[in-house]
């Protein structure tokens, strides 16, 4: 697997959650890093996001709460979430986007982690 998501789990109200998804240095190299989610019954969703140009990208209902990270000795990009709620619950995806046209695929999508948010 490329991407290789952990962290996730059963959380209360207020709580917080860290998931890790782990890459490779060429993925680091070429690749821009990000998380979605998709809960049940819903699209796929934007959660956060490094942007070709390095800056922080996020959805408007994490602002605040959430923060993307990236360790790049370890190729691991991190999503803190705090003050989770439970229309946070989904199963969030790790996701590289191509930092250019010429680099195939354009993306690359880990295979979940569930994140349930339930008193």
């Known amino acids: 697997a490329q991407l290789v998501e952990s962290g996730g789990g059963l959380v209360q109200p207020g709580g917080s959650l860290r998931l890790s998804c782990a890459a490779s240095?060429?993925?680091?190299?070429?690749?821009?890093m990000g998380w979605y989610r998709q809960a049940p019954g819903k699209q796929r969703e934007l959660v956060a996001e490094f942007t070709s140009g390095g800056n922080t990208n996020y959805a408007d209902s994490v602002k605040g709460r959430f923060t993307i990270g990236v360790d790049n000795a370890e190729y691991t990009v991190y999503l803190q979430m705090n003050n989770l709620t439970p229309e946070d619950t989904a199963v969030y995806y790790c996701?590289?986007?191509?930092?250019?046209?010429?680099?195939?695929?354009?993306?690359?999508r880990g295979q979940g982690t569930q994140v349930t948010v339930s008193s």
């Open positions: 240095r060429i993925i680091f190299r070429f690749y821009a």
């Open positions: 996701n590289a986007k191509a930092r250019s046209a010429d680099v195939l695929p354009e993306y690359y």
